[in-house]
């Protein structure tokens, strides 16, 4: 992530923390002008706000540095890792995306009884870390998994391992369109259609464009495709 007028670039880093790297710098072997800690396992994402630095990471909590007050706030948010972090346009909410994992016994194997986990995505209040909505409907079990607002803040789109994207009301949580992984192509209204292989074409990264009359987004998965998608229509 950058500051407002490019000068200092924050990176997040398996080794637990955000480096801040100031980009005027004249050498080379330039070190970085501060270290953000506290997290107890690789931070995996990272997002700035006008005042914060927030990082999501696989200890399943959601840290955001207050720059003004030079204190941290620590959101546990799962048990499990997660993987992606998105901040709403107004600055009051946040978008995680959770890997689930069938719940353990104690020697390490499933519990009896317990179902299988398909994983997540929460929407929860910026300033207190309360949980507002739940996102499901997708498999994130194994790989990372983004999910993204839509331009104008009403939607939710979110990648899964089997190949699809999905897209949810964000004050109803339903699902109300998603890619389709095989099956024939109809003329069904408002639904998209896609030629990913389920299990073979994760989709790991989204980004809605910000012009929501444009009604575009762009997608990124481990099959080495990027695929540009409109609205109500065929990539």
Not at 60 to 78: E, H, N, P, W
Not at 128 to 144: A, C, D, I, P, T
Not at 190 to 213: M, N, Y
């Amino acid at each position: 992530a950058l500051n407002d007028d490019d000068t200092v670039l924050f990176t997040a880093s398996n080794d637990k923390t955000v480096k801040c790297w100031d980009l005027r710098a004249q050498n080379n072997n330039r070190d970085p002008i501060e270290t953000l800690e506290g997290s107890t396992d690789s931070v995996t994402a990272i997002t700035r706000t006008s005042n914060a630095i927030v990082t999501a990471s696989v200890d399943g909590a959601v840290r955001v540095y207050d720059l003004r007050k030079g204190c941290m706030q620590t959101d546990f948010i799962s048990s499990d890792p997660i993987t992606s972090l998105a901040v709403s346009a107004d600055e009051r909410l946040y978008l995680v995306s959770c890997l689930e994992t069938p719940s353990r016994g104690a020697e390490g194997t499933p519990s009896s009884g317990s179902s299988l986990a398909k994983g997540v995505v929460r929407l929860l209040d910026l300033a207190s870390g309360k949980l507002f909505r739940e996102y499901r409907g997708h498999l994130h079990q194994n790989v990372k998994i983004e999910a993204q607002f839509s331009a104008d803040g009403r939607h939710i789109f979110g990648g899964s391992e089997d190949g699809r994207v999905l897209c949810w009301d964000l004050l109803q949580t339903t699902v109300v369109d998603e890619t389709r992984t095989s099956g024939p192509v109809t003329n069904e209204p408002g639904r998209r259609r896609d030629h990913h292989q389920p299990g073979k074409d994760a989709i790991s990264s989204l980004a809605c464009h910000p012009d929501e009359d444009k009604g575009i987004f762009l997608t990124a998965g481990y099959s080495g495709h990027v695929k540009l998608w409109k609205y109500n229509d065929t990539p």
